[in-house]
């Protein structure tokens, strides 16, 4: 029986994938990664990259994503090139050969069976156990050029670090219950603190907030399309003039923008600090609006709207038809619930992750 020329193509893919993984170093210890690079292949482009592995949040596989983003990093600066990094969860086979076919992709890394074999597309050997890397089938040398690097970097070091980092990133509660103490409670502690100092708040409270938001998890991203670590509205960020809300540095400065400005709001009223925390959080959960309603109709009940636990006693009565009639609240009824269990719980991972990280 004659092959169709679906069949070839795809029994050449095949050829062509199996002669570059034997052909790939296993281990080339002791050749220095950074600047050393046997092929420009990647050397000066700008290349896009798509991480196709679902939602860490819901998988079996940690944070297989932010993993992913930080190996793509590692890899263009040993390869001497640019990457701009893009977290889709499309899950859509067709979708992601497409963007490589059509060059709006030059590399996607997702979940693939090392034996499948996909038309017009080349894959990397299988990174960590759980993905590879694509590329469009026209140029060989890129795929041998990803396995020689990915076959190096995973040797050394660096990359167990790595990926001890991402694996230990479970839950503080958890891990405070089991009485671990360890200096990092995720990949991302050293962005945390800077942005937390800028912030005025202990670093370990906003490593709270972030745990909460998206479970450390950078693809984390909710109906409403709130975005990534500190799960920010792609609109708010846009008023900061950020844009790429993948980028875990550019997450947390937005979302630490936008917890700066909602405290603001609140300087002038005679919070305490701790007060002012519990307010801003559920400002920043809720919006500053529906608090600020909360405590009007706290005040108009002769209530200290200074306290949160006030707050907390009066949102049953703006679940209630009747506040509708109410001349302090401006934005009507509020259910409240979510936000209150938010303050606990950003509270309550904080102090699990002050008994992890004692030292602050």
């Not at 994503?65 to 067709?94: H, K, M, P, W």
Request: aromatic residues 8%.
């Amino acid at each position: 029986m004659l092959f169709t020329e679906k069949r070839i193509r795809r029994t050449r893919n095949v050829l062509i994938s199996l002669l570059i993984i034997c052909l790939t170093p296993i281990c080339e210890k002791g050749r220095l990664l950074s600047g050393a690079k046997a092929d420009d292949v990647f050397a000066g482009k700008e290349l896009v990259c798509a991480i196709d592995l679902g939602k860490d949040m819901r998988s079996g596989h940690w944070l297989e994503t932010g993993f992913s983003y930080e190996l793509v990093r590692r890899f263009a600066q040993d390869n001497g090139c640019t990457v701009r990094i893009i977290a889709t969860g499309s899950r859509n086979e067709a979708e992601y050969i497409d963007s490589l076919k059509c060059g709006k992709a030059d590399i996607v890394i997702t979940h693939v069976e090392e034996e499948d074999t996909l038309d017009g597309v080349l894959m990397s050997r299988v990174v960590n156990d759980c993905s590879v890397w694509m590329t469009d089938d026209d140029n060989p040398r890129e795929i041998l050029q990803i396995n020689k690097w990915i076959s190096l970097y995973s040797t050394t070091e660096e990359y167990a670090q790595l990926k001890e980092m991402f694996h230990a990133a479970t839950s503080p509660v958890k891990r405070a219950s089991q009485g671990v103490i360890a200096e990092n409670v995720s990949p991302y502690d050293e962005i945390i603190k800077t942005h937390a100092a800028d912030l005025g708040w202990d670093w370990r409270l906003l490593a709270a907030v972030i745990y909460q938001e998206s479970k450390f998890s950078i693809s984390s991203k909710s109906h409403r399309g709130a975005t990534g670590l500190m799960q920010v509205m792609p609109r708010n960020a846009a008023r900061y003039g950020i844009y790429d809300l993948t980028d875990p540095e550019n997450n947390i400065l937005a979302g630490t923008i936008h917890l700066s400005k909602i405290q603001d709001r609140f300087k002038d009223y005679g919070f305490t600090h701790d007060e002012m925390i519990k307010f801003t959080l559920a400002a920043y959960n809720a919006g500053a609006g529906r608090i600020t309603d909360c405590r009007r109709l706290a005040a108009a009940q002769g209530l200290d709207n200074r306290k949160w636990d006030n707050i907390v006693k009066v949102i049953p009565m703006m679940r209630e038809d009747t506040i509708l009639e109410e001349e302090s609240v401006k934005l009507g009824k509020f259910q409240g619930h979510e936000t209150i269990a938010y303050v606990e719980n950003v509270m309550r991972i904080y102090r699990s992750i002050c008994a992890i990280c004692p030292k602050a």
